[in-house]
């Protein structure tokens, strides 16, 4: 069975037509391939972030109690509690739906956001509406962040896109990058003509903010600049340093197959994360910057921050705490607010937004 609607498309090229036709059951199976393979650590460019280079200076007498630190933060014009955000990974079906109310209901307690996975196979699918209210009768106030593939984007209708947002009453769209994952994926989508102008398109039709991520290969200067002129009012970095979907995808075939071959080559493909949020800081304009892409502590948070982020996602660490329960979620998502904390007191900071803004705090270390 599969669900898009014909009248979603702007037009309708043969081979984005086949695999939009995909159906629920291949959709749901990759999706269950890509959270087995993600968790295991050799589909990570371990150390590769460019955070281990960098390190922030102490301050040894901070006029500050350490009660007083406050993680609250402004993004996208909303009081949050913390700059924390749970990458986009599962949407809420099939296999993942009790992942994905699992990590909204921690969100709600925590005040942390989310990032849903792509929804690509909810076009057109009246039920979707009905499976994201019984998440968000769960979690009513968290920002949850729609998200769909540059290459599904490209070739739907505003309406279509807006309707997606609207089944789970999202605060934002995130549009994903991953050049790499779709030709790596035998069964990939590389149709990226025309993306800039799709996302042009929807940053100045919805009616709300557009966000645009890569998938754990970062950003040059440039592209930034053309995204900050297209309108997108964040980017998301999610640089090399962490989860590689070139690796998680070759690994998804077998050994000897060319898909393997293709992603053993390209296995350090991609701009570390602190490269990606420096590029991010070189362009001028009116969009915020959001660190992630291999954070894995609270430290990596508090780097990314003083690098210039506003917000920080965390995809596969927070999949691991929260395929290990509830519990394990919780402790998890506290030991890196601690963490977190416990930098900016450190640094003599007391929000997010200090450390933003001192100037100083960031030390390369020595080669
Ligand atoms: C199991 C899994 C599924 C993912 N699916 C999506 C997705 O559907 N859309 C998306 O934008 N990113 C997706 N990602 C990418 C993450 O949001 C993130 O950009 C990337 O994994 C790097 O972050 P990490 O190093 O913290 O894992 C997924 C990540 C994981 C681990």
Same mark, same amino acid.
């Given at each position: ?32 391939? !890509? ?127 807006? +309707? ?51 998938? =754990? ?19 998301? @970095? ?5 989860? !590689?979907?070139?690796?998680? +995808? ?17 296995? !350090? ?41 506003? @917000? ?35 640094? =003599? ?19």
């Amino acid at each position: 069975m599969s669900f898009l609607s014909t009248s979603a498309f702007l037009e309708r090229p043969e081979n984005v037509l086949k695999e939009s036709y995909e159906s629920v059951s291949q959709f749901e199976g990759r999706k269950q391939d !890509h959270i087995k393979l993600s968790l295991d650590d050799r589909n990570e460019a371990l150390g590769l972030t460019g955070f281990e280079s960098i390190q922030l200076t102490h301050e040894a007498l901070p006029n500050l109690n350490f009660e007083e630190i406050s993680l609250k933060t402004k993004s996208l014009g909303s009081n949050c509690q913390t700059p924390f955000l749970v990458s986009s990974m599962t949407a809420g079906h099939g296999g993942s739906a009790h992942l994905n109310s699992l990590l909204a209901e921690a969100c709600e307690r925590r005040g942390w956001r989310m990032g849903v996975g792509s929804q690509r196979r909810e076009l057109g699918d009246p039920q979707a509406q009905k499976e994201w209210a019984q998440v968000r009768k769960k979690a009513p106030n968290v920002e949850i962040f729609a998200n769909l593939g540059l290459s599904q984007i490209i070739y739907l209708t505003p309406e279509s896109v807006q +309707e997606v947002i609207e089944a789970l009453q999202g605060k934002a769209l995130i549009i994903h990058l991953n050049t790499l994952q779709e030709v790596v994926q035998p069964e990939g989508t590389p149709y990226f003509r025309g993306g800039l102008q799709a996302i042009e398109r929807l940053a100045k039709k919805l009616s709300c903010p557009v966000i645009v991520k890569e998938t =754990g290969c970062g950003f040059s200067t440039s592209t930034i600049r053309h995204l900050v002129e297209a309108g997108v009012a964040a980017i998301d @970095v999610s640089g090399f340093g962490g989860t !590689h979907w070139g690796r998680v +995808e070759g690994d998804r075939n077998p050994e000897g197959s060319r898909s393997q071959k293709l992603a053993k080559t390209f296995s !350090h493909w991609g701009i570390s994360t602190v490269q990606s949020l420096l590029n991010a800081r070189s362009v001028p304009g009116d969009f915020e910057v959001w660190g992630s892409g291999g954070l894995r502590n609270g430290l990596h948070a508090a780097k990314a921050i003083a690098l210039g982020a506003t @917000v920080v996602g965390y995809a596969k660490p927070v999949l691991k705490a929260a395929l290990a329960g509830e519990r394990a979620l919780d402790e998890f998502m506290d030991l890196l607010e601690l963490e977190l904390k416990t930098a900016l007191f450190c640094t =003599g900071c007391s929000t997010p937004g200090d450390l933003r803004e001192s100037e100083e705090v960031v030390k390369w270390r020595s080669q």
